[in-house]
């Protein structure tokens, strides 16, 4: 079972990608995982991505893609797995059902989180971060036990620059240019699934669940 998971930054695919791989017993795939874990481990392809990332450049396209591809070659996926923050746009996915197709397969479910910007902006706007020891929080999910003081430490909680209002705003808005067209592409595929990411995490899970069943 191949997936892949489309949805906004702060959607909270991430976190069903998670679940689907425990439930389902697939490797979750993270693009940003797999990055670090080759720079880690100081692979070729590592050491390829870490010149561009120390030069404070995007890897590109290509890169990005031969990493995938090896990862997703291993063992482990033999029976499928589910991919976070790939593609990322069109011409990755070309590249990544070119691939699937040469081995005779190709993505079974692209599953959609979807949730409306001003969700999103909402909910980013709660959260809370500690900038000492690196805590989160948020005040409608996970607030502090005092307001505004970080309970490991002490210190005075901030809303980082990262979660304002006009910065999300501004990802969202390279996510539907960039993005969104992924949506179209895997629908005309024919496997595009899209669940309310706007319920609980319980209840977006339990949609997730019915559609791979
Ligand atoms: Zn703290």
Redesign the pocket.
Known sequence: MKIVMLGAPGAGKGTQAKRIAEKFNIPHVSTGDIFRANIKNGTALGKEAKEYMDQGKLVPDELTVRILLDRVAQEDCKNGYVLDGFPRTIPQAEVLDSELAKLGTGVDYAINVEVPDDDIIGRMSGRRA?L????TYHLSFLPSKKEGI??????ELVLRDDDKPETVKKRLDVYHEQTQPLIDFYNNKGVLKEVDGTVAPDDVFKAIEEILK
């Open positions: 500690c000492k020891c690196g805590a970080c309970d490991n430490c002490g210190s």
